[in-house]
């Protein structure tokens, strides 16, 4: 499968690939900016004297290290972990546990609906809670999900991409499969001493195993599926040959999937149906879900041991049916605009119950989102990139990230790469067990797609310790990202099945081998519509490198399908 799709590259650069790597340097520090070499360089008008400068983050001629051998390798930065270390050090003894840790995961948000990405009031749809904190902490302009809802839950909860979790799509009317079996990250932080609870959308499983409070939560409010999944039946203007039909109608009644909010507490088998959701009771969801992560915060608020918090929110998922303080309150007076309004509403209660409890100083709070914007239910969220929710082109995968943490984070901008995966490994590093020492807890044969990345987020002008960035679509190895250059092996051609109607996201074909030497510019062409790959062959070849590497990986930890697709 991969390697099908790698062929005409290995065909091309494999072996300037190969001996590539035997001359990189084998840490940042190594590659530091100094005194230029004296050489000569020019264009056919002449020599220059421009000394030319590096920047932060570009990694590309940097051979990173391997710290276990089924993780991915790191770019290692010595005195930022050591810096890093230290913070972590006095903030403990300072409070006496490891940090809280609060995930805050929308759905279908665009990489531009924000306002500190630019969107905001500018798009009709205001976020004053997210852009104050945001612009009080790290804005991650580089921050990839994978390209749709349950592969990027999966990946946060298991630090894999989909080809490793197996959840390449998102399991729909009560479908087999889901993160039953694995090593999750709440699972983890229980060993670690956490208190570990889930509120909003599940969406990974609804089988025994797969369950919230079987897979690490000692509690989960929210629902097991999707939003439109209760809701889209049931709506004679969206689906009236369902909801028209009493016979197709009842049919959609008994299917077997979970109908209601749930309870879910450890120990106990059996779910607890709250209430059930449907027209009515759907605008109600993020209200009633923040009231119960607002009580969850105050209650853990004497306790000696650390939490972690996962909010996934149901907003802005189509459909959304505003709650009736929201309806209408953004400018734009969209339904997605009004979930966002409402979204940043609900972030800015649960940051004010930190505030009131005394616990914001020792929660890092880390906001992101599913996926892009998905573009075939209007209205949806908006990227200044190519592509939606669905493929790996940057608009699908590309989200809007901020990480806060009062007094520990400084505030800034950076463009170093940071994949959810990440989270994984972090938030272990966090709570205890940093580096290599999260394979500790996981069997020998899982590969670790995540990197530690503690260092990056706490220490003052940290800098990324990921070299590379790897992109899936469906069951493809899709994409390679080194520094602001992309290599294509798998995507997305929007128009290629439908002429007319919307094109985006699910709605577009797949071609599964681009069959020649596609790379785009990242910073020159953010909508990916420019090969560069002829003309800056020497940037090529570490890509080639790269995805030759990772083709290795995937030999010897083969990618499984859980919920998947036909084959190929």
């Given amino acids: 499968m991969a390697k099908r799709i790698l062929a005409g590259w290995v065909a091309v650069i494999g072996a300037i690939a190969a001996a590539l790597l035997l001359v990189l340097p084998a840490a940042a520090e190594k590659a530091a900016p100094g005194k230029a070499p004296e050489i000569t360089r020019g264009a056919v008008t002449g020599q220059t004297q421009a ?15 391997a710290i276990a051998e089924n993780m991915e390798p790191v770019i290692q930065h010595p005195e930022q972990d050591k810096s890093a270390k230290e913070k972590l050090a006095a903030l403990e003894k300072r409070f006496g546990k490891k940090p809280n840790i609060l995930i805050f995961i929308t759905d279908d948000m665009g990489w531009l609906d924000p306002g500190f990405n630019g969107g905001g009031e500018a798009v009709g749809n205001p976020t004053p809670n997210l852009d104050r904190l945001a612009h009080g902490g790290l804005i991650l302009t580089s921050a990839y999900s ?40 709440p699972a983890i932080l229980q060993k670690l001493g956490y208190v570990t609870q889930g ?68 120990g106990k088998k059996e779910v607890e149906n709250v209430y059930e959701i449907n027209l009515s009771t759907i605008g109600n969801l993020d209200q009633d879900w923040c009231g119960y992560s607002e009580k969850f915060i105050h209650k853990m608020a004497k306790s000696r041991k650390p939490w972690f918090l996962y909010h996934a929110t149901r907003a802005c998922h189509f459909d959304n049916y505003p709650n009736n303080e929201f309806a209408g ?139 590379s960035r790897i992109y899936t679509l469906n069951q493809f190895f899709s994409a390679v990202r080194l520094d602001e250059f992309k290599g294509l092996m798998a995507v997305e051609l929007e128009k290629a099945i439908f002429p007319r109607g919307f094109q985006a996201g699910f709605s577009g074909g797949v071609l599964t081998q681009t069959g020649g030497v596609l790379m785009v510019n990242l910073y020159t062409d953010p909508q990916e519509d420019v090969n560069s790959g002829i003309r800056h062959i020497p940037m090529m070849v570490p890509l080639g490198a790269e995805a030759a590497r990772y083709q290795e ?3 010897k930890y083969p990618p499984q399908v859980k919920v998947g697709f036909g084959s190929n």
């Avoid at 969206?238 to 959609?252: I, T």
């Avoid at 290599?436 to 940290?462: C, E, H, M, W």
Wanted: proline residues 7%; neutral net charge.
């Fill in 51 to 65: 000394k030319g400068y590096d920047h932060p983050n570009q990694y590309m001629h940097v051979r990173p290290v």
């Fill in 146 to 185: 994978t390209p749709s809802c349950t592969p990027t839950r999966a990946t946060i909860h298991t630090g894999q991409n989909p080809l490793h979790h197996g959840l390449l799509r998102p399991p729909m009317y009560g479908e087999p499969g889901g993160l039953d079996g694995a090593v999750t990250l």
């Fill in 199 to 266: 509120v909003g959308k599940w969406h990974m499983g609804e089988n025994e195993g797969s369950l919230p409070q079987n897979v690490g939560y000692d509690d989960f409010y929210g629902f097991l599926g999707v939003s439109d999944m209760y809701t889209e039946w049931r709506d004679i203007y969206f689906n009236p040959e369902v909801a028209l039909s009493p016979s197709r109608f009842q049919m959609m009644e008994k299917l077997g999937f979970s109908h209601h909010n749930v309870h879910c507490i450890k």
């Fill in 329 to 467: 309150k953004s400018p734009a007076r969209t339904v997605y605009s009004d979930a966002m309004v409402e979204t940043d509403a609900i972030f800015g209660r649960l940051v004010k119950a930190l505030e009131e409890t005394g616990q914001l100083d020792n929660t890092l709070i880390f906001f992101t989102s599913d996926n892009g914007p998905e573009g075939e239910v209007p209205p949806h969220g908006r990227s200044p990139f190519r592509g939606f929710k669905g493929s790996s082109w940057e608009g699908g995968v590309r989200v809007p990230t901020f990480v806060y943490w009062k007094g520990m984070i400084k505030p800034r901008r950076c463009d170093g790469l940071f994949d959810l995966a990440d989270l994984f490994n972090t938030c272990i590093s966090l709570a205890g067990s940093s580096g290599a020492g999260v394979t500790n807890f996981l069997p020998k044969n899982r590969y670790v797609d995540g990197i530690d990345q503690a260092s990056f987020l706490v220490a003052d002008n940290g800098q990324s310790n990921r070299r």
């Fill in 553 to 555: 990986v995937l030999k």
